[in-house]
Structures are given as structure tokens and as C-alpha cells.
């Protein structure tokens, strides 16, 4: 099948919506305008909204774009109109391409043309991934290790426990922004955190680790509620809260891994499935 002759032939035959300033052909059902076929110079583009997904060349490569959209409308429309499996899968848009799969970038595009009737890519597509440096999180974990030290002996001596009547105590202390982190324990700027970590003195340990164990997100696998008034709603009800060594030492550790330099890229082969944290 010569796919730019059938994608030319149904620009050809798809008759523009009367009316419109800019050229509309729906290249499916009438009604969704947004979906539409067009012609740029002699390449034919199947376009969603404002981006041409795909981009069927006379010489018989074949184009595929996200133009950093990578949304299931995106992995839809590439999956009807493309002669490829498309789908989305940890947060990117995936393509499959004789069995092996490869994620399409924010930039940029992927090109693929038919060698002895197989498609392959028309250059070699290199998927990197980031990876954790083990030598540099050992470096970065040695930076926040009295605080860490700290966390542990506390929780040890409470038997996990931080209490709502201690949190109250070291409220003026504002140890790190609501800019920082937000109400719900959950990072806008986990660097900033990981630096607070690493850096602030030891009458300042206790304020930031009530800040980074917050009695409401979940950070907890026990709580006992203080005030039952059915007017607070359930968020709004102080609670002690109990956290396990375990769990709290992988909650720090996910902060010196996003707020550190710890990561290293690598190339990787792609394969049959599609690779978490992959990308082109």
C-alpha cells in the first residue's frame, strides 16, 4: 500500500468546511473540525487541533509529532490515521514499530520509511534514560545525614509518634515557604528542601521535620484524631500521627533523589514494551 497516495487521495476527495477564513478539511467526521487533513507544499498532514501528528512524505517516510502534547487524544488520533499501533504509557506517547517500541519526544519528531517492506527508522533512534548514580545519592545522603540521624532517633524515642500538640508548639517557626512546600506535604521545589535539609542547624531539625510529615497527605500509617468536631470535616481534624523509621527514611530518600544531583543519563535498546522514564 502506497500510504502517501491513499492520504493524498483522501485530501483530495474531502471537500473544506464553507465558510472558514483558514482552510478546514476534517479528515474523519465532519463535525470534528479539530481533527483535519491538509497539504504543506506536497508533504500531506494529518493534524490535531495545531499540530501536524503525522506527516506522509512523497518519498514514503512517514513523521510522527507530539509537539510536546503528549495526551491520549494525541496517541489516539496517531493510532487511527498512522499506519503504526500507537498508545500512551508513562506519560509519553508510545509507537510500536515492528514489535519494538519507542516513545515519542516532546521536540522534535520520529521518521520511519519501509525497507524490503518492513518499516524502520530512517536514522537510528536513541532512547535515553535517566538513572540513579549510586555513588553520587551515597554523597548526597551524606550531606543530610544529621538530619536523617535526627528524624531516626526522634521516631525511635516516640515510637513514631509526632504529636499535634508539639506540632502547634513550632508553628512560628517557618522553616520552608508555603512557596516550597505546599499543605499537603507533596514539593514544588524539592531542591530548595533537600539544601534546607542539609544546611539548617540542629534547633531547626524538629520545625522541618513536622513540615515534611505533615498530619494530612497520607505520610502516615496511623492517626488518632484529637478533635472530632463534625464542622472541621475530615482534613480539618488535628490528629497525632505515627510514622515508621522505614516509611519515613523512603520519603527522605525520594527528597535527596529529586532535589540532588544524582542522575545520570544512559542509552538504552528499545524493546517490545515501553520503558518508564524512556524517551527520544
Given at each position: 500500500?502506497?500510504?502517501?497516495?491513499?492520504?493524498?487521495?483522501?485530501?483530495?476527495a474531502?471537500?473544506?468546511?464553507?465558510?472558514?477564513?483558514?482552510?478546514?478539511?476534517?479528515?474523519?467526521?465532519?463535525?470534528?473540525?479539530?481533527?483535519?487533513?491538509?497539504?504543506?507544499?506536497?508533504?500531506?498532514?494529518?493534524?490535531?487541533?495545531?499540530?501536524?501528528?503525522?506527516?506522509?512524505?512523497?518519498?514514503?517516510?512517514?513523521?510522527?509529532?507530539?509537539?510536546?502534547?503528549?495526551?491520549?487524544?494525541?496517541?489516539?488520533?496517531?493510532?487511527?490515521?498512522?499506519?503504526?499501533?500507537?498508545?500512551?504509557?508513562?506519560?509519553?506517547?508510545?509507537?510500536?514499530?515492528?514489535?519494538?517500541?519507542?516513545?515519542?519526544?516532546?521536540?522534535?519528531?520520529?521518521?520511519?520509511?519501509?525497507?524490503?517492506?518492513?518499516?524502520?527508522?530512517?536514522?537510528?533512534?536513541?532512547?535515553?534514560?535517566?538513572?540513579?548514580?549510586?555513588?553520587?545519592?551515597?554523597?548526597?545522603?551524606?550531606?543530610?545525614?544529621?538530619?536523617?540521624?535526627?528524624?531516626?532517633?526522634?521516631?525511635?524515642?516516640?515510637?513514631?509518634?509526632?504529636?499535634?500538640?508539639?506540632?502547634?508548639?513550632?508553628?512560628?517557626?517557618?522553616?520552608?515557604?508555603?512557596?516550597?512546600?505546599?499543605?499537603?506535604?507533596?514539593?514544588?521545589?524539592?531542591?530548595?528542601?533537600?539544601?534546607?535539609?542539609?544546611?539548617?542547624?540542629q534547633?531547626?531539625?524538629?520545625?522541618?521535620?513536622?513540615?515534611?510529615f505533615?498530619?494530612?497527605?497520607?505520610?502516615?500509617?496511623?492517626?488518632?484524631?484529637?478533635?472530632?468536631?463534625?464542622?472541621?470535616?475530615?482534613?480539618?481534624?488535628?490528629?497525632?500521627?505515627?510514622?515508621?523509621?522505614?516509611?519515613?527514611?523512603?520519603?527522605?530518600?525520594?527528597?535527596?533523589?529529586?532535589?540532588?544531583?544524582?542522575?545520570?543519563?544512559?542509552?538504552?535498546?528499545?524493546?517490545?514494551?515501553?520503558?518508564?522514564?524512556?524517551?527520544?
Open positions: 500500500m502506497n500510504d502517501y497516495a491513499f492520504f493524498k487521495g483522501r485530501f483530495e474531502i471537500k473544506p468546511i464553507r465558510g472558514r477564513a483558514v482552510e478546514c478539511r476534517p479528515i474523519g467526521v465532519r463535525r470534528r473540525d479539530w481533527e483535519t487533513i491538509r497539504m504543506e507544499g506536497d508533504v500531506v498532514c494529518c493534524r490535531l487541533y495545531r499540530t501536524d501528528v503525522i506527516k506522509y512524505h512523497p518519498d514514503g517516510v512517514v513523521e510522527l509529532c507530539t509537539d510536546g502534547y503528549q495526551t491520549n487524544s494525541t496517541a489516539a488520533f496517531m493510532d487511527e490515521y498512522s499506519p503504526f499501533r500507537a498508545f500512551k504509557a508513562h506519560n509519553k506517547v508510545q509507537v510500536r514499530v515492528n514489535a519494538v517500541v519507542y516513545p515519542l519526544p516532546d521536540k522534535g519528531s520520529l521518521k520511519f520509511h519501509r525497507v524490503d517492506r518492513e518499516w524502520q527508522p530512517v536514522e537510528p533512534i536513541v532512547i535515553k534514560k535517566e538513572f540513579v548514580d549510586r555513588a553520587k545519592a551515597k554523597e548526597a545522603r551524606e550531606k543530610v545525614k544529621p538530619f536523617l540521624d535526627f528524624v531516626k532517633t526522634f521516631l525511635a524515642m516516640s515510637d513514631g509518634w509526632i504529636m499535634h500538640k508539639t506540632r502547634m508548639e513550632l508553628v512560628d517557626q517557618k522553616i520552608l515557604t508555603e512557596s516550597e512546600v505546599m499543605g499537603d506535604g507533596f514539593f514544588r521545589h524539592p531542591r530548595t528542601v533537600y539544601e534546607t535539609m542539609a544546611t539548617a542547624s534547633e531547626y531539625y524538629l520545625p522541618l521535620m513536622m513540615k515534611l505533615p498530619e494530612r497527605g497520607g505520610f502516615y500509617n496511623e492517626a488518632k484524631i484529637i478533635n472530632d468536631s463534625p464542622e472541621l470535616g475530615w482534613w480539618g481534624r488535628p490528629r497525632d500521627v505515627r510514622i515508621p523509621w522505614e516509611m519515613a527514611k523512603e520519603r527522605l530518600y525520594g527528597i535527596v533523589r529529586d532535589g540532588a544531583d544524582v542522575h545520570v543519563e544512559r542509552e538504552i535498546e528499545p524493546g517490545n514494551r515501553p520503558i518508564d522514564g524512556a524517551k527520544a
